[in-house]
């Protein structure tokens, strides 16, 4: 009799062994569906500032239910080309530009806009690209977004397609983050004191995890090189307006007094590369494309037109380089 107890004993201890296993696999599986948006179905909608300088989050209760992804992409879509609900923003997706569908597959959006995508400004169509990516991959259904122009994949200037695109190839900060330090090695390109090549310096910093470490590269040419006999390449008035990256493509914004700073003393393609050469040293950037008022019609200075996109040139740096640890 005491054996046959025992046995039942042991067997309803595992039933519920089983039972509080099921139970919480289930909890945890349920917790992970939900990790991408908050439980009251809040998600954050991307805007831009008044300056399209930036994406900035507002946050936005979804109505659509959750097992239905086409209408909560429609939802979003439509909710991107509405104006934000505060006054200080402007919607992602401008009036001119026509969302003509969206499809849904493999975890991959597909959106397909009107030919007027392409007259975008490239800081416009660069923050309009985040904003959508940075929303739409908060439903659990989407990890990938892949933009198409009247049904044919979204090429850039150099022609080549796109393709998908996860929230993480956007390194531009949006809004407000936690400040924090970090600290960072930088390699930098100087003119020589010719003003005809280009050094290289090594230049360890702290700074706030509040600026994008593009942003940074530049701020770092504006203050010049410290100590040594190199010159700046650019001017301490130098106004950049903004910088952005996608695709690897480092995109930045000068105000179009950029080509009346310029040293004299300077070659052209140094003044360039000086900017190319160190941004491409950061592993989050192969090409730069440099616009001037968000505009890139016309040329840099002479010879190099703002249209094309620029690759690390070693050619023009000397063989002598120096390094520079500067602490902040």
């Known amino acids: 009799m005491c054996v046959y107890r025992s046995t039942i004993l042991h067997r309803r201890l595992d039933v519920k062994r089983i039972i509080i296993f099921m139970l919480t696999a289930a909890i ?24 399209v300088t930036s994406s900035v989050p507002e946050s936005y209760v979804l109505r659509s239910k959750n097992s239905d992804v086409d209408k909560q992409v429609d939802e979003l879509l439509g909710r991107l ?72 994949p979204l090429v ?74 190199l010159k700046a390449t650019l001017p301490g008035t130098t106004k950049l307006i903004n ?17 009346n700073t310029i040293d004299n003393n300077l070659t052209e393609d140094v003044v360039l590369y000086s900017i190319v050469n160190s941004l491409t040293s950061l592993h989050t950037v192969d090409k730069v494309q440099i616009s001037l008022d968000g505009e890139n019609d016309g040329m840099l200075l002479y010879n190099y037109k703002l249209s094309n996109m620029y690759e690390f040139n070693k050619d023009i740096v000397d063989s002598d380089d120096s390094t520079e640890k500067t602490e902040k």
């Open 156 to 229: 850039d200037s150099d022609d080549e397609i796109v393709g998908s695109m996860g929230a993480d190839d956007f390194v531009e900060n949006p809004g407000e983050q936690i400040n924090t330090s970090v600290k960072e090695t930088l390699t930098l390109y100087f003119a020589d004191k010719d003003g005809t090549g280009l050094e290289k310096q090594t230049r360890v910093i702290h700074y706030s995890s509040n600026i994008a470490l593009e942003k940074l590269v530049v701020e770092q040419l504006i203050e010049g090189p410290k100590g040594s006999k």
């Open 28 to 51: 945890l599986l349920s917790m992970v569906g939900c990790t991408k948006k908050k439980a009251d179905n809040t998600v954050e909608v991307y805007c831009l500032n008044m300056d």
């Open 243 to 259: 910088v952005s990256v996608a695709d690897r493509i480092c995109y930045l914004n000068f105000d179009s007094s950029f080509r």
């Open 81 to 152: 080309q509405d104006k934000p609900e505060d006054s200080r923003l402007r919607k992602a997706i401008p009036d001119e530009v026509v969302v003509r569908g969206h499809e849904e597959k493999n975890y991959n959006c597909t959106v397909d806009f009107s030919k007027e995508y392409y007259d975008l400004t490239a800081a416009q169509e660069v923050l309009l690209r985040a904003s959508v990516v940075r929303t739409l991959t908060q439903l659990d259904s989407i990890s990938y977004v892949t933009f198409t122009v009247n049904s044919i």
